[in-house]
């Protein structure tokens, strides 16, 4: 059974910076596609960044050069590291096994001074 559970979410300043984690069971991340995304109060759920089985990465241009996605095989997790945090990246971030339906619980990420 696949199982992926985000964590590293919080409160943070604008400026500042999170690392959001998503541990996997059930599936080897190195081996496919894992994607993050967000949902925005009242807004649709959109994509953040993806990292592919051979470590290629691509995310939405607004968050070109502040977010970093990555993976730890030996822990089998996918992370999102943001920086530059804004008062707009607030949400609850989910982690995907790409073109499935396999998402995790998500985790509150908000931006406010």
């Known amino acids: 059974q696949v199982q992926l559970a985000e964590s590293g979410g919080g409160l943070v300043q604008p400026g500042g910076s999170l690392r959001l984690s998503c541990a996997a069971s059930?599936?080897?991340?190195?081996?496919?596609?894992m994607a993050w995304y967000r949902q925005a109060p009242g807004k649709e759920r959109e994509f953040v960044a993806s990292?592919?089985?051979?470590?290629?990465?691509t995310y939405v241009d607004s968050m070109k050069g502040r977010f970093t996605v990555s993976r730890d095989n030996a822990k089998n997790a996918v992370y999102l590291q943001m920086n530059s945090l804004q008062r707009e990246d607030t949400a609850v971030y989910y982690c995907?096994?790409?073109?499935?339906?396999?998402w995790g619980q998500g985790t509150q990420v908000t931006v406010s001074s």
């Open positions: 995907n096994m790409w073109a499935t339906n396999y």
């Open positions: 059930g599936i080897t991340v190195s081996i496919f596609t």
């Open positions: 990292i592919t089985s051979g470590g290629s990465t």
